[in-house]
């Protein structure tokens, strides 16, 4: 059972815009910035965006996030073949005094 | 290039001991906060520990506080994390990754080392 909740799939197709939600509370996502991972299979987790909002140098902006209040969101526009991965949410937590993920989401390009 | 690259992972009986280490190049290591991140196989990405540049601010997950223990070494450009009393649940890839960005962002990531905990 993940801190964070994200939804386990999400799918589209060429093109279309996914968006992949991950829910906090107060202690980890309403008091501290959300960074997010794009994994793909076999590999190591990519940065893909850090303090909710911002791309790292190389990061296509077709990526974008946000937060709001105990909620971040990671979309990903002009969905493409390359994106298919497991995508993670994380962000510090308070309450805990560490570091905790989302379950991940397994975005699948139809 | 700036790169991490873990090593000292293997099999290993329950109850028994190991020590991983990440060797940095290409960046002023000791600069920068550090963090071990295991992915059990099939699993997601579980937050192991983390120190600070100086090596002065320690964390851990309460899943291994107690018989982990993450250490830096800046001189050798080394992190390391010696974990003692493994059980099978320790069973995961062990990544080392470093804290480049703001907000606790890990930038850097190495390729992983596997441990198996396995009779």
């Known amino acids: 059972q993940s801190v964070l909740t994200q939804p386990p799939s999400a799918s589209g197709t060429p093109g279309q815009r996914v968006t992949i939600s991950c829910s906090g509370s107060s202690s980890n996502i309403g008091s501290n910035t959300v960074n997010w991972y794009q994994q793909l299979p076999g590999t190591a987790p990519k940065l893909l965006i850090y303090s909710n909002n911002q791309r790292p140098s190389g990061v296509p902006d077709r990526f974008s996030g946000s937060k709001s209040g105990t909620s971040a969101s990671l979309a990903i526009s002009g969905l493409q073949s390359e994106d298919e991965a497991d995508y993670y949410c994380t962000t510090w937590d308070d309450s805990l005094s560490g570091q905790v993920f989302g379950g991940g989401t397994k975005v699948t390009v139809l | 290039q700036v790169q991490l690259v873990e090593s000292g992972g293997g099999l290993v009986k329950p109850g028994g001991s190991l020590r991983l280490s990440c060797a940095a190049s290409g960046f002023t290591f000791s600069d920068y906060y550090m963090r071990w991140i295991r992915q059990a196989p099939g699993k997601g990405l579980e937050w192991v520990s983390y120190?600070?540049?100086?090596?002065?601010?320690?964390y851990y997950a309460d899943s291994v506080k107690g018989r982990f223990t993450i250490s830096r070494d800046n001189a050798k450009n080394s992190l390391y994390l010696q974990m003692n009393s493994l059980r099978a649940e320790d069973t995961a890839v062990y990544y080392c990754?470093?804290?480049?960005?703001?907000?606790?962002?890990?930038?850097?990531w190495g390729q992983g080392t596997m441990v198996t905990v396995s009779s």
């Open positions: 990754a470093r804290e480049g960005l703001s907000g606790g962002a890990l930038d850097i």
């Open positions: 120190i600070s540049s100086s090596g002065s601010t320690i």
